[in-house]
Protein backbone atom coordinates (compact mmCIF):
# COMPACT_ATOMS: atom_id res chain seq x y z
CA UNK A 1 0.00 0.00 0.00
CA UNK A 2 1.57 3.44 -1.02
CA UNK A 3 2.41 5.74 2.01
CA UNK A 4 2.91 9.41 1.90
CA UNK A 5 7.19 8.95 1.28
CA UNK A 6 6.20 7.26 -1.94
CA UNK A 7 3.27 9.87 -2.60
CA UNK A 8 3.27 11.04 -6.37
CA UNK A 9 1.13 13.97 -7.53
CA UNK A 10 0.86 12.38 -10.62
CA UNK A 11 -0.94 9.01 -9.41
CA UNK A 12 -3.65 11.51 -8.53
CA UNK A 13 -6.86 12.04 -10.06
CA UNK A 14 -8.54 15.63 -10.42
CA UNK A 15 -12.36 15.94 -10.45
CA UNK A 16 -14.49 18.96 -10.82
CA UNK A 17 -18.16 19.65 -10.56
CA UNK A 18 -20.35 22.69 -10.76
CA UNK A 19 -23.21 23.88 -9.40
CA UNK A 20 -25.26 26.37 -8.81
CA UNK A 21 -25.71 28.18 -5.33
CA UNK A 22 -29.16 27.66 -3.88
CA UNK A 23 -30.03 30.69 -3.29
CA UNK A 24 -28.14 32.76 -5.75
CA UNK A 25 -27.74 29.86 -8.61
CA UNK A 26 -27.51 32.23 -11.80
CA UNK A 27 -24.79 34.39 -9.43
CA UNK A 28 -22.77 32.04 -7.77
CA UNK A 29 -21.17 28.67 -9.65
CA UNK A 30 -19.83 26.70 -6.97
CA UNK A 31 -17.12 25.11 -8.42
CA UNK A 32 -15.75 21.59 -6.76
CA UNK A 33 -12.45 19.64 -6.99
CA UNK A 34 -11.76 16.59 -5.19
CA UNK A 35 -8.66 14.82 -5.20
CA UNK A 36 -8.54 11.20 -5.08
CA UNK A 37 -5.40 8.77 -4.82
CA UNK A 38 -5.69 5.18 -5.63
CA UNK A 39 -4.50 3.98 -2.64
CA UNK A 40 -4.82 6.57 -0.34
CA UNK A 41 -8.16 7.64 -1.41
CA UNK A 42 -9.67 11.57 -0.72
CA UNK A 43 -6.29 12.95 -0.12
CA UNK A 44 -7.69 16.87 -1.45
CA UNK A 45 -10.00 19.64 -2.22
CA UNK A 46 -10.89 22.97 -3.05
CA UNK A 47 -13.79 24.86 -2.88
CA UNK A 48 -14.38 28.14 -5.01
CA UNK A 49 -17.11 30.50 -6.43
CA UNK A 50 -17.35 32.07 -9.22
CA UNK A 51 -19.27 35.35 -9.40
CA UNK A 52 -20.91 36.58 -12.41
CA UNK A 53 -21.39 40.38 -10.62
CA UNK A 54 -23.48 41.63 -13.80
CA UNK A 55 -26.27 39.94 -12.54
CA UNK A 56 -26.60 41.31 -9.37
CA UNK A 57 -27.87 44.80 -10.84
CA UNK A 58 -27.49 47.42 -7.85
CA UNK A 59 -27.69 44.68 -5.06
CA UNK A 60 -23.85 43.41 -5.10
CA UNK A 61 -23.95 44.15 -1.50
CA UNK A 62 -27.00 42.44 -0.38
CA UNK A 63 -26.20 39.12 -3.01
CA UNK A 64 -22.58 39.12 -1.39
CA UNK A 65 -24.10 39.08 2.26
CA UNK A 66 -26.35 36.35 1.30
CA UNK A 67 -23.67 33.85 0.48
CA UNK A 68 -21.33 34.22 3.56
CA UNK A 69 -19.29 36.06 5.78
CA UNK A 70 -16.21 35.71 4.11
CA UNK A 71 -17.73 37.17 0.64
CA UNK A 72 -19.15 40.07 2.50
CA UNK A 73 -15.98 41.04 3.66
CA UNK A 74 -14.57 40.53 0.71
CA UNK A 75 -17.04 42.75 -0.94
CA UNK A 76 -17.24 45.81 1.21
CA UNK A 77 -12.87 45.67 1.04
CA UNK A 78 -12.63 45.93 -2.69
CA UNK A 79 -16.18 46.92 -4.16
CA UNK A 80 -18.81 49.59 -4.15
CA UNK A 81 -22.33 48.66 -4.05
CA UNK A 82 -22.37 48.05 -8.06
CA UNK A 83 -19.56 45.54 -7.85
CA UNK A 84 -17.00 47.57 -9.12
CA UNK A 85 -13.79 48.38 -7.55
CA UNK A 86 -13.28 51.01 -5.31
CA UNK A 87 -11.54 54.51 -6.28
CA UNK A 88 -8.42 54.17 -3.96
CA UNK A 89 -7.47 50.97 -5.41
CA UNK A 90 -6.62 52.95 -8.37
CA UNK A 91 -5.84 56.44 -7.60
CA UNK A 92 -2.91 57.62 -5.99
CA UNK A 93 -2.77 56.67 -2.21
CA UNK A 94 -1.28 54.91 0.59
CA UNK A 95 -3.91 51.77 0.30
CA UNK A 96 -3.62 51.28 -3.43
CA UNK A 97 -0.17 49.22 -2.79
CA UNK A 98 1.84 48.38 -5.58
CA UNK A 99 -0.95 49.80 -7.66
CA UNK A 100 -0.77 45.90 -9.72
CA UNK A 101 -4.90 46.51 -9.59
CA UNK A 102 -7.11 48.81 -10.97
CA UNK A 103 -10.43 48.96 -13.17
CA UNK A 104 -9.57 45.77 -14.91
CA UNK A 105 -11.41 44.14 -12.47
CA UNK A 106 -14.65 45.55 -12.90
CA UNK A 107 -14.41 43.97 -16.23
CA UNK A 108 -13.14 40.54 -15.07
CA UNK A 109 -15.01 37.57 -13.69
CA UNK A 110 -14.13 36.91 -9.98
CA UNK A 111 -13.25 33.17 -8.81
CA UNK A 112 -13.06 33.48 -5.24
CA UNK A 113 -11.26 30.13 -3.65
CA UNK A 114 -13.02 29.44 -0.34
CA UNK A 115 -11.78 26.82 0.97
CA UNK A 116 -8.58 24.42 0.38
CA UNK A 117 -7.18 20.84 2.02
CA UNK A 118 -4.86 18.81 1.64
CA UNK A 119 -4.51 15.31 3.87
CA UNK A 120 -2.31 16.39 6.85
CA UNK A 121 0.55 13.51 6.23
CA UNK A 122 0.68 15.25 2.33
CA UNK A 123 1.59 18.46 3.03
CA UNK A 124 4.57 20.19 1.98
CA UNK A 125 4.74 17.73 -1.46
CA UNK A 126 2.80 20.36 -3.74
CA UNK A 127 -0.47 19.23 -3.85
CA UNK A 128 -1.96 22.67 -2.94
CA UNK A 129 -0.11 24.36 -5.92
CA UNK A 130 -1.55 21.80 -8.30
CA UNK A 131 -4.87 21.85 -6.93
CA UNK A 132 -4.62 26.22 -8.10
CA UNK A 133 -2.92 24.75 -11.25
CA UNK A 134 -5.69 22.57 -12.09
CA UNK A 135 -8.74 24.72 -11.68
CA UNK A 136 -6.35 27.78 -13.76
CA UNK A 137 -6.45 25.25 -16.12
CA UNK A 138 -10.01 24.08 -16.52
CA UNK A 139 -12.59 25.05 -18.30
CA UNK A 140 -14.64 26.72 -15.92
CA UNK A 141 -11.91 29.59 -15.43
CA UNK A 142 -11.74 31.80 -18.45
CA UNK A 143 -8.09 32.60 -19.31
CA UNK A 144 -7.28 35.93 -20.30
CA UNK A 145 -10.73 37.78 -18.35
CA UNK A 146 -10.88 35.80 -14.38
CA UNK A 147 -9.45 36.42 -12.05
CA UNK A 148 -9.00 33.95 -8.89
CA UNK A 149 -9.06 35.70 -5.39
CA UNK A 150 -8.79 34.50 -1.82
CA UNK A 151 -8.53 35.38 2.04
CA UNK A 152 -5.75 33.16 3.32
CA UNK A 153 -5.80 33.93 6.62
CA UNK A 154 -4.78 30.76 8.52
CA UNK A 155 -7.06 31.72 11.13
CA UNK A 156 -10.18 31.33 9.06
CA UNK A 157 -10.79 28.74 6.51
CA UNK A 158 -7.26 27.71 4.90
CA UNK A 159 -5.22 25.49 6.67
CA UNK A 160 -1.58 27.02 7.22
CA UNK A 161 0.31 24.86 5.03
CA UNK A 162 -1.77 25.98 1.94
CA UNK A 163 -1.49 29.85 3.26
CA UNK A 164 2.01 29.34 2.84
CA UNK A 165 2.01 27.57 -0.26
CA UNK A 166 -0.55 30.37 -1.84
CA UNK A 167 2.02 32.43 -0.98
CA UNK A 168 4.70 31.02 -3.04
CA UNK A 169 5.94 32.84 -5.96
CA UNK A 170 5.37 29.89 -8.69
CA UNK A 171 1.65 30.20 -7.48
CA UNK A 172 1.47 34.19 -8.57
CA UNK A 173 -0.15 35.45 -6.26
CA UNK A 174 -0.31 38.95 -4.81
CA UNK A 175 -2.14 41.27 -2.59
CA UNK A 176 -4.85 43.43 -3.79
CA UNK A 177 -4.19 46.91 -2.91
CA UNK A 178 -3.02 47.04 0.88
CA UNK A 179 -5.72 44.47 2.05
CA UNK A 180 -5.82 41.06 3.17
CA UNK A 181 -7.03 39.60 -0.12
CA UNK A 182 -5.30 38.07 -3.01
CA UNK A 183 -5.66 38.18 -6.85
CA UNK A 184 -4.55 36.01 -9.66
CA UNK A 185 -4.49 37.38 -13.06
CA UNK A 186 -5.38 35.02 -15.32
CA UNK A 187 -3.90 37.61 -18.01
CA UNK A 188 -0.21 36.90 -18.77
CA UNK A 189 0.32 40.46 -19.32
CA UNK A 190 -1.02 41.76 -16.38
CA UNK A 191 0.83 43.84 -14.08
CA UNK A 192 0.80 42.00 -11.16
CA UNK A 193 2.92 39.42 -12.60
CA UNK A 194 5.82 41.78 -12.82
CA UNK A 195 5.82 42.36 -9.39
CA UNK A 196 8.78 39.72 -7.20
CA UNK A 197 7.03 38.27 -4.18
CA UNK A 198 9.84 39.98 -2.18
CA UNK A 199 8.76 43.17 -3.35
CA UNK A 200 4.43 42.96 -2.80
CA UNK A 201 3.76 45.07 -0.21
CA UNK A 202 2.58 44.14 3.67
CA UNK A 203 -1.43 44.19 4.79
CA UNK A 204 -2.88 47.41 6.81
CA UNK A 205 -6.00 46.43 8.94
CA UNK A 206 -6.40 43.87 11.17
CA UNK A 207 -6.70 42.59 14.45
CA UNK A 208 -3.57 42.87 16.49
CA UNK A 209 -0.18 44.33 15.47
CA UNK A 210 -1.77 46.76 11.91
CA UNK A 211 0.93 49.06 10.05
CA UNK A 212 3.52 48.87 13.04
CA UNK A 213 0.84 49.84 15.75
CA UNK A 214 0.62 47.48 18.71
CA UNK A 215 -3.73 47.46 18.71
CA UNK A 216 -5.05 46.78 22.57
CA UNK A 217 -8.50 47.55 23.72
CA UNK A 218 -8.22 50.84 26.07
CA UNK A 219 -10.93 52.04 28.42
CA UNK A 220 -12.71 55.35 28.01
CA UNK A 221 -10.87 56.04 31.06
CA UNK A 222 -7.49 54.96 29.66
CA UNK A 223 -8.08 57.14 26.68
CA UNK A 224 -9.37 60.17 28.89
CA UNK A 225 -6.13 59.69 30.78
CA UNK A 226 -3.55 59.67 27.98
CA UNK A 227 -5.42 61.02 25.40
CA UNK A 228 -7.13 63.93 26.16
CA UNK A 229 -7.61 66.11 23.49
CA UNK A 230 -8.37 62.90 20.93
CA UNK A 231 -11.06 62.15 23.69
CA UNK A 232 -12.50 65.76 24.22
CA UNK A 233 -12.62 65.77 20.00
CA UNK A 234 -14.69 62.30 19.95
CA UNK A 235 -17.23 63.65 23.13
CA UNK A 236 -17.70 67.39 22.90
CA UNK A 237 -18.76 69.60 20.20
CA UNK A 238 -19.91 73.31 20.00
CA UNK A 239 -18.13 76.34 21.45
CA UNK A 240 -16.94 73.32 24.43
CA UNK A 241 -14.49 71.61 22.09
CA UNK A 242 -13.72 74.75 20.31
CA UNK A 243 -12.25 76.47 23.70
CA UNK A 244 -10.56 72.99 24.92
CA UNK A 245 -8.42 72.82 21.54
CA UNK A 246 -7.42 76.24 21.45
CA UNK A 247 -6.53 75.64 25.22
CA UNK A 248 -4.06 72.63 24.20
CA UNK A 249 -3.05 74.88 21.80
CA UNK A 250 -1.57 77.79 23.46
CA UNK A 251 -0.43 75.67 26.51
CA UNK A 252 1.56 73.31 23.74
CA UNK A 253 1.27 73.93 20.10
CA UNK A 254 2.20 70.65 19.22
CA UNK A 255 -0.53 69.02 20.87
CA UNK A 256 -2.73 69.47 17.66
CA UNK A 257 -0.07 67.12 15.85
CA UNK A 258 0.01 64.55 18.25
CA UNK A 259 -0.96 60.68 17.74
CA UNK A 260 -3.09 58.05 19.35
CA UNK A 261 -2.10 54.51 19.93
CA UNK A 262 -3.77 53.79 16.51
CA UNK A 263 -1.78 56.86 14.69
CA UNK A 264 -4.49 58.87 14.77
CA UNK A 265 -4.01 63.26 15.07
CA UNK A 266 -6.77 65.48 16.19
CA UNK A 267 -8.02 66.47 12.34
CA UNK A 268 -8.00 62.15 12.00
CA UNK A 269 -10.30 61.76 15.16
CA UNK A 270 -12.63 65.33 14.42
CA UNK A 271 -13.35 63.64 10.46
CA UNK A 272 -14.10 60.09 11.84
CA UNK A 273 -16.63 61.36 14.34
CA UNK A 274 -17.74 64.30 11.69
CA UNK A 275 -17.24 67.16 14.34
CA UNK A 276 -17.31 70.50 12.14
CA UNK A 277 -16.48 72.90 15.39
CA UNK A 278 -13.17 70.77 15.77
CA UNK A 279 -12.87 70.42 11.86
CA UNK A 280 -12.51 74.27 11.38
CA UNK A 281 -10.33 75.43 14.32
CA UNK A 282 -7.60 72.80 13.45
CA UNK A 283 -7.90 74.02 10.59
CA UNK A 284 -7.05 77.42 11.58
CA UNK A 285 -4.80 76.44 13.92
CA UNK A 286 -2.75 74.85 11.07
CA UNK A 287 -3.11 70.92 10.14
CA UNK A 288 -1.98 71.21 6.89
CA UNK A 289 0.85 68.78 6.97
CA UNK A 290 -1.47 66.13 9.09
CA UNK A 291 -3.82 66.29 6.00
CA UNK A 292 -1.35 64.07 4.55
CA UNK A 293 -0.40 61.95 7.38
CA UNK A 294 -1.08 57.84 6.54
CA UNK A 295 0.73 57.11 9.20
CA UNK A 296 -2.69 54.88 11.21
CA UNK A 297 -3.68 51.76 11.64
CA UNK A 298 -5.86 51.93 8.00
CA UNK A 299 -3.14 53.81 6.42
CA UNK A 300 -5.78 56.39 5.58
CA UNK A 301 -5.79 60.14 5.16
CA UNK A 302 -7.92 62.53 7.99
CA UNK A 303 -9.97 62.99 4.59
CA UNK A 304 -10.27 59.12 3.36
CA UNK A 305 -11.31 58.43 6.80
CA UNK A 306 -14.27 60.99 6.77
CA UNK A 307 -15.07 59.73 3.32
CA UNK A 308 -15.01 55.98 4.59
CA UNK A 309 -17.17 56.97 6.97
CA UNK A 310 -19.80 58.22 4.88
CA UNK A 311 -20.30 55.65 3.02
CA UNK A 312 -19.98 52.81 5.21
CA UNK A 313 -23.01 54.75 7.24
CA UNK A 314 -24.66 54.89 3.47
CA UNK A 315 -24.43 51.20 2.90
CA UNK A 316 -25.39 50.27 6.31
CA UNK A 317 -28.74 52.29 5.63
CA UNK A 318 -29.78 51.20 2.29
CA UNK A 319 -28.68 47.20 3.17
CA UNK A 320 -29.69 47.12 6.34
CA UNK A 321 -32.48 49.75 7.03
CA UNK A 322 -33.50 49.58 3.40
CA UNK A 323 -33.98 53.29 3.39
CA UNK A 324 -31.11 55.96 2.77
CA UNK A 325 -31.71 59.47 3.90
CA UNK A 326 -28.91 61.13 2.66
CA UNK A 327 -25.69 61.98 3.87
CA UNK A 328 -25.94 63.82 7.81
CA UNK A 329 -25.53 68.00 7.70
CA UNK A 330 -22.52 67.57 9.70
CA UNK A 331 -20.73 65.09 7.33
CA UNK A 332 -21.47 67.24 4.52
CA UNK A 333 -19.89 70.98 6.67
CA UNK A 334 -16.55 68.27 7.53
CA UNK A 335 -16.33 67.63 4.16
CA UNK A 336 -17.07 71.14 3.10
CA UNK A 337 -14.07 72.33 5.26
CA UNK A 338 -11.60 69.78 4.37
CA UNK A 339 -12.48 70.44 0.17
CA UNK A 340 -11.72 74.00 0.33
CA UNK A 341 -8.86 73.70 2.50
CA UNK A 342 -7.20 71.27 -0.19
CA UNK A 343 -8.53 73.15 -2.95
CA UNK A 344 -10.92 71.03 -4.28
CA UNK A 345 -14.06 72.13 -5.98
CA UNK A 346 -17.26 72.45 -4.01
CA UNK A 347 -19.60 73.24 -6.32
CA UNK A 348 -21.19 76.33 -4.77
CA UNK A 349 -19.63 79.17 -2.31
CA UNK A 350 -21.72 78.35 0.78
CA UNK A 351 -22.20 75.59 3.32
CA UNK A 352 -25.71 75.74 2.96
CA UNK A 353 -25.65 74.70 -1.30
CA UNK A 354 -23.51 72.58 -1.32
CA UNK A 355 -25.47 70.44 1.78
CA UNK A 356 -28.55 71.30 -0.27
CA UNK A 357 -26.43 70.06 -3.68
CA UNK A 358 -24.78 67.20 -2.31
CA UNK A 359 -26.83 65.76 0.07
CA UNK A 360 -28.10 62.46 -1.83
CA UNK A 361 -24.81 62.49 -3.10
CA UNK A 362 -24.64 64.72 -6.11
CA UNK A 363 -20.91 65.25 -7.58
CA UNK A 364 -22.04 67.44 -10.63
CA UNK A 365 -24.19 70.22 -8.75
CA UNK A 366 -26.90 70.05 -11.05
CA UNK A 367 -29.09 67.29 -9.83
CA UNK A 368 -32.86 67.89 -9.79
CA UNK A 369 -33.61 67.90 -5.93
CA UNK A 370 -29.79 66.44 -5.34
CA UNK A 371 -31.11 62.88 -5.97
CA UNK A 372 -32.36 63.03 -10.37
CA UNK A 373 -28.98 63.45 -12.47
CA UNK A 374 -29.35 64.99 -16.06
CA UNK A 375 -28.08 61.44 -17.16
CA UNK A 376 -30.69 59.08 -15.16
CA UNK A 377 -33.44 61.96 -16.32
CA UNK A 378 -32.92 60.81 -19.82
CA UNK A 379 -32.63 57.13 -19.22
CA UNK A 380 -35.86 57.48 -18.06
CA UNK A 381 -37.19 59.77 -20.49
CA UNK A 382 -35.75 57.79 -23.63
CA UNK A 383 -35.35 54.20 -22.74
CA UNK A 384 -38.45 54.69 -20.44
CA UNK A 385 -41.25 57.04 -20.82
CA UNK A 386 -41.19 57.22 -24.18
CA UNK A 387 -40.33 54.34 -25.22
CA UNK A 388 -43.41 53.21 -23.35
CA UNK A 389 -45.59 55.68 -24.65
CA UNK A 390 -45.24 54.28 -28.57
CA UNK A 391 -45.18 50.37 -27.31
CA UNK A 392 -48.88 51.27 -25.85
CA UNK A 393 -49.41 53.37 -29.42
CA UNK A 394 -48.95 49.89 -30.80
CA UNK A 395 -50.59 47.71 -28.75
CA UNK A 396 -53.97 49.90 -29.12
CA UNK A 397 -53.47 49.34 -33.51
CA UNK A 398 -53.28 46.04 -32.51
CA UNK A 399 -56.84 45.91 -31.73
CA UNK A 400 -56.68 43.70 -28.28
CA UNK A 401 -59.52 45.48 -27.42
CA UNK A 402 -63.44 44.77 -27.33
CA UNK A 403 -66.36 46.58 -26.48
CA UNK A 404 -66.60 46.23 -23.12
CA UNK A 405 -64.07 43.58 -22.46
CA UNK A 406 -61.19 44.09 -20.24
CA UNK A 407 -57.91 42.64 -21.51
CA UNK A 408 -57.15 40.78 -18.03
CA UNK A 409 -53.91 39.43 -19.49
CA UNK A 410 -51.10 42.11 -19.35
CA UNK A 411 -48.51 39.96 -21.04
CA UNK A 412 -51.12 40.52 -24.55
CA UNK A 413 -50.58 44.01 -24.65
CA UNK A 414 -46.43 43.13 -25.37
CA UNK A 415 -45.52 46.89 -23.90
CA UNK A 416 -43.11 46.21 -21.11
CA UNK A 417 -45.07 48.16 -18.92
CA UNK A 418 -48.49 46.91 -17.94
CA UNK A 419 -47.13 44.09 -16.01
CA UNK A 420 -46.26 46.88 -13.26
CA UNK A 421 -49.99 46.79 -12.71
CA UNK A 422 -50.69 45.02 -9.79
CA UNK A 423 -53.19 41.73 -10.26
CA UNK A 424 -55.95 43.60 -8.47
CA UNK A 425 -56.51 45.99 -11.76
CA UNK A 426 -56.71 43.37 -14.34
CA UNK A 427 -60.57 43.51 -14.51
CA UNK A 428 -59.88 47.31 -14.86
CA UNK A 429 -57.94 46.99 -18.17
CA UNK A 430 -60.30 48.20 -20.10
CA UNK A 431 -59.37 50.49 -23.48
CA UNK A 432 -60.08 54.05 -21.73
CA UNK A 433 -58.06 52.46 -18.46
CA UNK A 434 -55.54 51.29 -20.82
CA UNK A 435 -55.63 54.70 -22.71
CA UNK A 436 -55.09 56.63 -19.23
CA UNK A 437 -52.41 54.43 -18.50
CA UNK A 438 -50.73 55.21 -21.80
CA UNK A 439 -51.46 59.29 -20.67
CA UNK A 440 -49.36 58.71 -17.36
CA UNK A 441 -46.15 57.59 -19.53
CA UNK A 442 -47.28 60.50 -22.31
CA UNK A 443 -47.03 63.23 -19.32
CA UNK A 444 -43.86 62.04 -17.78
CA UNK A 445 -42.21 61.77 -20.81
CA UNK A 446 -43.34 65.41 -21.54
CA UNK A 447 -41.91 66.70 -18.02
CA UNK A 448 -38.83 64.80 -17.76
CA UNK A 449 -38.12 66.34 -21.93
CA UNK A 450 -39.14 69.91 -20.92
CA UNK A 451 -38.62 70.55 -17.29
CA UNK A 452 -35.19 70.45 -14.97
CA UNK A 453 -37.60 69.79 -11.91
CA UNK A 454 -37.35 66.28 -9.87
CA UNK A 455 -40.56 64.00 -10.38
CA UNK A 456 -42.97 63.31 -8.17
CA UNK A 457 -46.09 61.69 -7.80
CA UNK A 458 -48.48 65.01 -7.13
CA UNK A 459 -46.39 66.38 -10.26
CA UNK A 460 -47.73 63.96 -12.23
CA UNK A 461 -50.82 63.75 -11.17
CA UNK A 462 -51.40 67.74 -11.23
CA UNK A 463 -50.03 67.45 -14.85
CA UNK A 464 -52.56 64.60 -15.95
CA UNK A 465 -56.01 66.23 -14.10
CA UNK A 466 -56.98 67.71 -17.64
CA UNK A 467 -56.86 63.96 -19.59
CA UNK A 468 -60.14 62.55 -19.46
CA UNK A 469 -59.11 58.74 -20.03
CA UNK A 470 -56.52 59.52 -16.56
CA UNK A 471 -59.26 60.26 -14.35
CA UNK A 472 -60.81 57.22 -15.60
CA UNK A 473 -57.54 55.36 -14.84
CA UNK A 474 -57.51 56.97 -11.21
CA UNK A 475 -60.89 56.17 -10.25
CA UNK A 476 -60.42 52.60 -11.01
CA UNK A 477 -57.45 52.08 -8.36
CA UNK A 478 -54.67 53.08 -11.10
CA UNK A 479 -51.49 55.20 -9.09
CA UNK A 480 -48.88 57.21 -10.85
CA UNK A 481 -46.28 55.05 -8.45
CA UNK A 482 -47.26 52.20 -10.82
CA UNK A 483 -46.10 53.66 -14.26
CA UNK A 484 -42.36 55.09 -11.69
CA UNK A 485 -41.98 51.35 -10.86
CA UNK A 486 -42.28 50.14 -14.87
CA UNK A 487 -40.05 53.16 -15.89
CA UNK A 488 -37.27 52.79 -12.83
CA UNK A 489 -37.27 49.07 -13.22
CA UNK A 490 -36.53 48.90 -16.97
CA UNK A 491 -33.91 51.40 -16.78
CA UNK A 492 -32.44 49.68 -14.55
CA UNK A 493 -32.19 46.29 -16.88
CA UNK A 494 -31.19 48.63 -19.83
CA UNK A 495 -28.29 49.83 -18.01
CA UNK A 496 -24.67 48.22 -17.37
CA UNK A 497 -26.33 46.88 -14.04
CA UNK A 498 -28.05 44.74 -15.91
CA UNK A 499 -27.87 43.95 -20.31
CA UNK A 500 -26.41 47.60 -21.15
CA UNK A 501 -28.72 47.34 -24.01
CA UNK A 502 -28.99 51.71 -23.46
CA UNK A 503 -25.67 52.08 -23.56
CA UNK A 504 -25.04 49.87 -27.05
CA UNK A 505 -28.00 52.08 -28.59
CA UNK A 506 -26.85 56.00 -26.97
CA UNK A 507 -23.33 56.06 -26.02
CA UNK A 508 -22.08 57.50 -29.70
CA UNK A 509 -25.16 59.67 -29.86
CA UNK A 510 -23.74 63.43 -29.35
CA UNK A 511 -27.10 64.28 -26.89
CA UNK A 512 -26.49 61.48 -24.75
CA UNK A 513 -22.18 62.38 -24.72
CA UNK A 514 -22.40 66.14 -23.84
CA UNK A 515 -24.77 65.12 -20.28
CA UNK A 516 -22.46 65.54 -17.31
CA UNK A 517 -21.39 62.58 -15.25
CA UNK A 518 -22.43 61.99 -11.78
CA UNK A 519 -22.48 59.32 -8.86
CA UNK A 520 -25.98 59.59 -8.51
CA UNK A 521 -26.23 58.56 -12.71
CA UNK A 522 -26.80 54.50 -12.03
CA UNK A 523 -28.27 55.36 -8.55
CA UNK A 524 -31.69 53.62 -9.32
CA UNK A 525 -32.77 52.29 -5.86
CA UNK A 526 -32.28 56.03 -5.16
CA UNK A 527 -35.06 57.25 -7.33
CA UNK A 528 -36.86 54.78 -6.53
CA UNK A 529 -36.63 55.85 -2.93
CA UNK A 530 -37.42 58.93 -3.91
CA UNK A 531 -40.57 58.43 -6.04
CA UNK A 532 -42.53 56.22 -2.94
CA UNK A 533 -41.40 52.73 -4.27
CA UNK A 534 -40.08 51.73 -1.10
CA UNK A 535 -38.06 48.21 -0.08
CA UNK A 536 -40.88 47.07 1.76
CA UNK A 537 -43.50 46.51 -0.38
CA UNK A 538 -43.50 44.18 -3.14
CA UNK A 539 -43.55 45.73 -6.58
CA UNK A 540 -43.40 44.88 -9.96
CA UNK A 541 -43.58 42.91 -12.57
CA UNK A 542 -45.92 40.75 -11.46
CA UNK A 543 -45.89 37.92 -13.55
CA UNK A 544 -44.34 37.02 -16.93
CA UNK A 545 -41.26 37.58 -18.55
CA UNK A 546 -39.09 41.06 -18.57
CA UNK A 547 -38.31 42.19 -22.15
CA UNK A 548 -34.71 42.77 -23.12
CA UNK A 549 -33.51 39.28 -20.99
CA UNK A 550 -32.77 41.37 -17.75
CA UNK A 551 -31.95 38.51 -15.22
CA UNK A 552 -34.19 38.87 -11.73
CA UNK A 553 -34.40 36.19 -8.97
CA UNK A 554 -37.37 34.85 -7.87
CA UNK A 555 -39.13 35.45 -4.28
CA UNK A 556 -41.24 32.84 -4.14
CA UNK A 557 -40.53 29.42 -3.05
CA UNK A 558 -42.41 27.54 -5.84
CA UNK A 559 -39.54 29.44 -8.42
CA UNK A 560 -36.69 27.53 -6.64
CA UNK A 561 -37.06 24.61 -8.61
CA UNK A 562 -36.90 24.37 -12.53
CA UNK A 563 -38.17 21.86 -14.96
CA UNK A 564 -36.64 20.09 -17.58
CA UNK A 565 -38.51 19.32 -21.40
CA UNK A 566 -40.03 16.51 -19.96
CA UNK A 567 -41.72 18.42 -17.11
CA UNK A 568 -39.67 17.05 -14.48
CA UNK A 569 -38.60 18.99 -11.07
CA UNK A 570 -35.35 19.96 -10.96
CA UNK A 571 -33.16 21.56 -8.19
CA UNK A 572 -31.18 24.35 -9.09
CA UNK A 573 -28.61 23.62 -6.81
CA UNK A 574 -28.20 20.58 -8.64
CA UNK A 575 -27.54 21.81 -12.43
CA UNK A 576 -24.08 20.64 -12.78
CA UNK A 577 -21.13 19.77 -14.33
CA UNK A 578 -18.55 16.98 -13.62
CA UNK A 579 -15.32 17.15 -15.14
CA UNK A 580 -14.62 13.87 -13.81
CA UNK A 581 -13.10 10.99 -16.23
CA UNK A 582 -16.51 9.68 -18.07
CA UNK A 583 -17.72 12.89 -17.76
CA UNK A 584 -21.10 14.12 -17.97
CA UNK A 585 -21.60 17.46 -18.65
CA UNK A 586 -25.33 19.74 -18.96
CA UNK A 587 -24.22 21.67 -22.14
CA UNK A 588 -27.52 23.54 -21.93
CA UNK A 589 -26.39 25.80 -19.19
CA UNK A 590 -25.14 29.34 -20.28
CA UNK A 591 -23.33 30.70 -17.41
CA UNK A 592 -22.83 34.24 -19.64
CA UNK A 593 -26.57 34.65 -20.46
CA UNK A 594 -29.43 35.66 -18.27
CA UNK A 595 -31.92 33.15 -17.62
CA UNK A 596 -33.67 34.06 -20.86
CA UNK A 597 -34.98 31.91 -24.43
CA UNK A 598 -32.78 33.23 -27.15
CA UNK A 599 -35.83 32.70 -29.12
CA UNK A 600 -37.92 34.49 -26.67
CA UNK A 601 -35.41 37.39 -26.61
CA UNK A 602 -34.66 37.68 -30.62
CA UNK A 603 -38.81 38.47 -30.97
CA UNK A 604 -38.68 40.63 -28.28
CA UNK A 605 -35.79 42.37 -29.84
CA UNK A 606 -37.59 42.59 -32.99
CA UNK A 607 -40.26 44.74 -31.36
CA UNK A 608 -37.95 47.32 -29.48
CA UNK A 609 -34.90 48.34 -32.12
CA UNK A 610 -37.34 50.03 -35.11
CA UNK A 611 -38.77 52.24 -32.01
CA UNK A 612 -35.20 53.38 -30.89
CA UNK A 613 -34.71 54.61 -34.09
CA UNK A 614 -36.43 57.62 -34.06
CA UNK A 615 -35.24 61.21 -33.88
CA UNK A 616 -33.51 62.30 -30.62
CA UNK A 617 -34.80 65.20 -28.51
CA UNK A 618 -32.62 68.47 -30.05
CA UNK A 619 -30.90 69.19 -26.49
CA UNK A 620 -32.73 67.33 -23.73
CA UNK A 621 -32.29 70.32 -21.11
CA UNK A 622 -28.19 70.79 -22.02
CA UNK A 623 -29.20 74.77 -21.85
CA UNK A 624 -30.29 74.60 -18.56
CA UNK A 625 -26.85 72.76 -17.79
CA UNK A 626 -25.67 76.53 -16.10
Known amino acids: MASAES ?168 RVGRTGFFGYSTDPVHPSHAIPLEEDVTEIGGDNETNGFKIKGLSKEEIANQYPLHFAITNTKGQDVVDTIKSYHETNPASIHETDAYGYTPIHIALCVANPDAVRVLLELGVKEDMKNTNNVEGTTPFESLTATMESSRTFSETVLGEWKGYENKELECEFLMKRAMGESTMSDTLEEYIAKRKFGCTCGICAGGWLSKRMRFRLYSGGAEEAREMMDDALAMGLFKNHVPCSDPDM ?120 LTRNVRWGPYHGMMCIGSYREKDDESDSEESDEDGKSMNRENIDEDDSEGRKTDESVDLSLPPIEREEFKRLMDGWVPSFVRPVPTNFGLDRLD
Open 413 to 532: LVDCVSDYLPPHLYSSIYETFYIGWQSIFTVIADFLDRTGQPLSTDTIVARSASETSAKFFFEKGGQVVYAFDALTDGALQQSPLGDGFFEQVWQDQDVWIKLPRCENDLEFNLVRQMLG
Open 7 to 174: FQLDDCSFSFSMQGNYDHPRIFRNINLKVTHPELGHVGSLYAVKILRHLCENAFLEVMDDHSDELQQFSLALFDKFGRVKPWLYQPGNRRGTGAWGKELDNSTIVYVLNAFVNDKLRGKGLGSKMIESLLASKYVETGTDTLMCWPEPATKMEQNEYEELKRKQNGFR
